[in-house]
């Protein structure tokens, strides 16, 4: 027997019932030209918890579900992942790096390769949703042309996203994380089946 990852009620698989029919789909965004972003699961609820879990509480395990949703994102053309590193100063305060675990967990899934083609600065202000958020410090290690999946846990500005697309000097990549709100601060639209409209 195991507990339900997102609310701890003894049952047998990693998601209870409750839990699961709570979960929707995710929204996607425009965020600039060449970078289309989806997310696996709209943050809230269950979904809110599991990010939770794995950022805060570094269960790994959690990983594996939310890669789950985040899978059927992914484009046809894709042929890496690159993890988009959370700041140094909070990966040893809290033990675990979730793009990093998101993208190994969506590798074993998919078969595709991760590219850890990004390392982080030390510390950047985190103000998550807000516009004015200071511009995540990121440094390339690797040059990509294409194909790429910028992979991260929870889409909310577009901000670090757009970071990690800029400093790559990518002309094109979708990004794919787990959890998104339904409002967000650029141009959304809700899913309805898989990637929909941005596959």
């Keep these: 027997m195991f507990g339900c990852h997102a609310c701890g009620v003894i049952g047998t698989g990693?998601?209870?019932?409750?839990?699961v029919?709570?979960?929707?789909?995710?929204?996607?965004?425009?965020?600039?030209?060449?970078?289309?972003a989806v997310a696996g699961l709209t943050?809230?609820?269950?979904?809110?918890?599991?990010?939770?879990r794995l950022k805060y509480d570094g269960v790994l395990d959690v990983a594996s579900v939310l890669a789950m949703f985040m899978e059927p994102l992914?484009?046809?053309?894709?042929?890496?992942?690159?993890?988009?590193?959370?700041?140094?100063?909070?990966?040893?305060?809290?033990?675990v790096d979730p793009a990093r675990a998101l993208a190994a967990a969506l590798s074993r899934r998919s078969g595709l390769p991760?590219?850890?083609?990004?390392?982080?600065g030390w510390w950047w202000r985190r103000r998550a949703g807000s516009l004015d958020r200071a511009r995540p410090v990121l440094r390339?290690?690797?040059?990509?042309?294409?194909?790429?999946?910028?992979?991260?846990?929870?889409?909310?500005?577009?901000?670090t996203m757009c970071a990690a697309f800029a400093t790559l000097g990518l002309s094109e990549a979708r990004g794919?994380?787990?959890t998104a709100p339904v409002t967000l601060s650029v141009q959304t639209s809700?899913?309805?089946h898989g990637a929909g409209e941005f596959a």
């Design 14 to 19: 990693t998601l209870c019932r409750a839990c």
């Design 21 to 36: 029919i709570e979960l929707a789909p995710g929204p996607g965004a425009w965020l600039r030209p060449g970078l289309v």
């Design 43 to 52: 943050h809230s609820g269950p979904a809110r918890r599991l990010v939770h």
């Design 74 to 95: 992914l484009p046809r053309s894709a042929e890496l992942l690159v993890p988009i590193p959370r700041a140094t100063a909070r990966r040893l305060r809290y033990g």
């Design 114 to 120: 991760v590219v850890d083609a990004l390392t982080p």
């Design 140 to 159: 390339a290690t690797r040059r990509l042309r294409s194909g790429v999946v910028l992979v991260d846990d929870v889409l909310t500005s577009g901000a």
């Design 176 to 178: 794919v994380t787990a």
């Design 190 to 192: 809700r899913r309805r």
